[in-house]
Structure formats: C-alpha cells, structure tokens
C-alpha cells in the first residue's frame, strides 16, 4: 500500500507572510522608539537653548538696568567716588591675609616628626592644633618650645601676627610610643588708624 504525504501549501505561505509582517512590525516599532527618544532629546536641548537664552537675556536686562540707574544717581548727585573711597578699598586689599599662602608654607616648614590635625580662624587669632612623637630622654616643652620658634622665625608665616602662646598639651601612649598633643594660638596683628593713615601717604 502506498503511503502519500499530503502538503498544505496555503498553510504554508500563510505562516510566511505572517512571519514577514511580524518582523516588519518589529521593524516599524524600532523605527517609532528611535524616532520618539529622539524628538525627545530635540525637545529638551530645544527647551535648555530657550531657557539659556532667556536667562541671558534678562541678565543683561539686569545690568542694562543697574548702569542707567548709577547713571542718574551720578548725575543726581548721589553717588560721588571720591579719592578717600578708592583709597579705603586699597587699604582693605592691603590688609588682607591670603591664608593660602601661610597654609602652604605652614606645611612646608612642619617637621618630618609632626602632623598637624586641625588649623582654624577663631576671633583673630589661628588656633593650630598638632601631634608629635615624643622619643627617649626628649621633653615635651621643649619640642613645643622649638615649633614655636621655627613658626616665628620664618617671617613669610608669622608676619602678621604679634604672638604665639601654647594654649593646652597632653600626652598619650599607644603601642610603647609616647606622642605629644599640643594646640598653640597665633594672634593677629592689630590694624590701628594711624597706620592706615601712614599707608594713604
């Protein structure tokens, strides 16, 4: 008895198409995400163009705004720039202290065998706090006693301060080493008016 194998060839060419449309579905919702994350993107760098351009806009509203009211309050009168004025600003740069620059050169002429672990500007004075290694046959005073002197005679540092006083120090052991804590006070110097007065002639 012969066996036949019967093909539905409509079947098959209907599975073909639906596979086709579905990859071309596929590709179409690709193509609509793409397109849609980037009309987003336009929409925002479109927003942050307009919203740059008005706080441009206004800023120079704003200064526009500020030069023509100095402007009539000088021809009113009521702003005169004197030579006193210019003068007190360049009295106030003068006295300015760039701490910067004493920070850095505090941590340059620190020694090897010192850390120092906190520094802060209190009621015109520096306040620097420090911990040292205490080594055999070596007095705390005196480590102290020499910190003190390097601070003071290294003039880039101490120039403007007009003493340094040892304000607490305590000693401490950990694993068979003595270590010293110390916390000394810088005060600045006092500003008088007779010395402005030096400086503007």
Do not use: C
């Not at 009521?78 to 009295?91: M, P, T, W």
């Not at 046959?137 to 102290?144: C, G, L, P, Q």
């Not at 010293?180 to 006092?190: A, G, P, Q």
């Amino acid at each position: 008895m012969n066996k036949f194998i019967f093909i539905n060839l409509n079947q098959t060419v209907s599975r073909a198409e639906l596979s086709a449309i579905k990859e071309e579905k596929q590709r179409w919702i690709l193509f609509g995400s793409v397109a849609f994350i980037f009309t987003l993107l336009l929409g925002w760098f479109i927003a942050i163009n307009i919203s740059l351009s008005n706080l441009i806009e206004s800023r120079e509203n704003t200064i526009t705004d500020i030069i023509e009211k100095t402007n009539t309050l000088k021809k009113d009168g009521q702003i005169n720039l004197a030579k006193s004025d210019i003068e007190s600003l360049y009295v106030i740069e003068e006295e300015r202290i760039i701490w910067s620059k004493k920070l850095k050169e505090l941590a340059r002429i620190i020694p090897d065998d010192m850390t120092i672990i906190n520094v802060h500007h209190k009621q015109k004075r520096l306040v620097v706090s420090a911990i040292a290694r205490l080594y055999p046959d070596e007095k705390a005073f005196t480590i102290i006693e020499k910190f003190i002197d390097v601070l003071e005679s290294n003039p880039e540092f101490s120039n403007d301060f007009s003493s340094t006083e040892l304000k607490r120090s305590q000693l401490d052991k950990s694993q068979g080493q003595e270590f010293l804590f110390f916390e000394i006070e810088l005060k600045l110097n006092k500003k008088t008016k007779k010395s402005k007065k030096d400086k503007r002639t």
